[in-house]
């Protein structure tokens, strides 16, 4: 008969710290603070005044601030290849559509995935995520979305969950099958949408946690994109979809109608669709390193955003054709400067917002009792200083799940 042992893991104390814990409608900020952790559980945190007394590992922080774990909701970080070459293209006067025609863009980045084994494609991912931990980014969504036939698309949802086995992450994997059309498909859209909902989705369901779609010209049109959203509801998944990135077709109030998670990119969207997504709760997930890196001129409504109350995150979108970063510290200050967003509000984005986004604020996001002991302390002493240096990363240390 098999013994269970009862390993007790003694208690874990950050001491001497600040703190910041996103549990208020700020950040939270507590100066002489403390976090106890069990089992990868956050006990206390909160004033050292209340602090726990019992016997534990201290880790005296001599100042530092502490941060929960930062969240990046938005990424392709898995894909075959990259496309330096076209944005070299780019910049000597070639358009991003131009380059889309003559069969580049993302059916570039499709062919380089589908060539790539799912090893391959574990390998290319490991140093962005690298880059991004090195950060203290302690959960990441990765999308599909660039195999575009079931085999390939599955593929690259177990190339993503392997990143998890690999680091020390916890990984939240995106179906987005509807993410371009397959040449293959001769741009018969509606047909390789029927694939999307049927067998993609149906073998796509038990690797991800939520289904998204890209609601654009280029992309599908507001009509598919709800087929896509009713599949994935029939399959107990949730929603996101990216919207209102080049043009104004309403999709994020489509993903409201839908109560999703979040509608991402919004920089077309419109006052009404604000509204919709305030009163469904759906999060706006902004991603100002594609903004940069297009050189767009429409900045999010982010005026809107704020007088309806929806809730804003920020992400790094990366991915090989509009957002090659693996900085979340470069997005809290292009969100900043680029948004007009304040310290708080990055710093929410990043943290409590984007947990939200990921349909996790129960587990992540804040630092508080029950919730995941995921952490990040920086070399810092003023939150303001995380969004205003550029290209700077003053991370100490990181911990995830207490360690
Ligand atoms: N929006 C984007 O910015 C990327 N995908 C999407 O839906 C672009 C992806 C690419 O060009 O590879
Ligand atoms: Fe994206």
């Known amino acids: 008969?098999?013994?269970?042992?009862?390993?007790?893991?003694?208690?874990?104390?950050?001491?001497?710290?600040?703190?910041?814990?996103?549990?208020?409608?700020?950040?939270?900020?507590?100066?002489?603070?403390?976090i106890a952790a069990k089992d990868g559980r956050i006990v206390y945190a909160g004033p050292a005044g209340g602090a726990p007394t019992s016997e534990a590992?201290?880790?005296?922080?001599?100042?530092?601030?502490?941060?929960?774990?930062?969240?990046?909701?938005?990424?392709?970080?898995?894909?075959?290849?990259?496309?330096?070459?076209?944005?070299?293209?780019?910049?000597?006067?070639?358009?991003?559509?131009?380059?889309?025609?003559?069969?580049g863009g993302i059916v570039s980045t499709m062919r380089a995935t589908r060539e790539a084994s799912e090893d391959d494609l574990v390998e290319s991912a490991l140093p962005r995520l690298d880059a991004l931990i090195a950060e203290g980014v302690t959960t990441i969504e990765i999308k599909s979305g660039y195999g575009l036939s079931t085999a390939d698309e599955l593929k690259m949802l177990r190339a993503a969950r392997a990143l998890g086995r690999r680091r020390a992450i916890r990984i939240e994997p995106t179906f987005l099958g509807a993410h371009a059309l397959p040449p293959e498909y001769k741009g018969d859209s509606d047909a390789y949408i029927d694939l999307v909902v049927g067998e993609m989705m149906s073998a796509a369901a038990s690797l991800a946690t939520a289904v998204d779609a890209f609601c654009e010209g280029i992309g599908f049109s507001p009509a598919?994109?709800?087929?896509?959203?009713?599949?994935?509801?029939?399959?107990?998944?949730?929603?996101?979809?990216?919207?209102?990135?080049?043009?104004?077709?309403?999709?994020?109030?489509?993903?409201?109608k839908f109560g999703a998670l979040s509608?991402?990119?919004?920089?077309?969207?419109?006052?009404?669709?604000?509204?919709?997504m305030a009163v469904a709760g759906t999060v706006a997930v902004l991603l100002p390193g594609a903004y940069y890196f297009m050189r767009e001129t429409q900045l999010p409504p982010i005026a809107a955003m704020r007088r309806h109350g929806v809730r804003i995150a920020l992400a790094t979108d990366n991915n090989p054709g509009t957002s090659p970063t693996t900085s979340l510290l470069l997005m809290l200050n292009m969100g900043a400067t680029l948004f007009g967003l304040t310290v708080v509000e990055a710093l929410r984005g990043v943290t409590v917002n984007a947990a939200a986004a990921l349909g996790?604020?129960?587990?992540?996001?804040?630092?508080?009792?029950?919730?995941?002991?995921?952490?990040?302390?920086?070399?810092?002493?003023?939150?303001?200083?995380?969004?205003?240096?550029?290209?700077?990363?003053p991370l100490h240390q990181r911990i995830k799940d207490g360690q």
């Open 224 to 256: 598919q994109c709800e087929r896509v959203i009713e599949a994935a509801k029939a399959h107990g998944l949730a929603v996101k979809l990216h919207a209102e990135q080049l043009s104004a077709l309403h999709g994020s109030a489509l993903a409201a």
């Open 57 to 103: 590992h201290i880790h005296d922080c001599q100042g530092r601030l502490i941060t929960p774990g930062l969240i990046d909701c938005h990424t392709h970080l898995v894909h075959g290849g990259n496309r330096a070459n076209e944005w070299a293209m780019r910049l000597e006067g070639a358009t991003y559509e131009e380059i889309a025609r003559a069969g």
């Open 360 to 393: 996790l604020a129960a587990e992540i996001g804040t630092l508080e009792a029950g919730k995941a002991c995921d952490l990040a302390i920086w070399d810092v002493t003023d939150p303001a200083e995380l969004v205003y240096r550029i290209g700077f990363n």
């Open 1 to 34: 008969m098999a013994h269970r042992r009862e390993t007790v893991q003694m208690e874990q104390r950050w001491t001497n710290a600040r703190i910041a814990t996103m549990a208020d409608d700020e950040l939270g900020l507590i100066d002489d603070g403390v």
């Open 263 to 276: 509608a991402d990119h919004l920089e077309h969207a419109t006052d009404d669709d604000i509204g919709a």
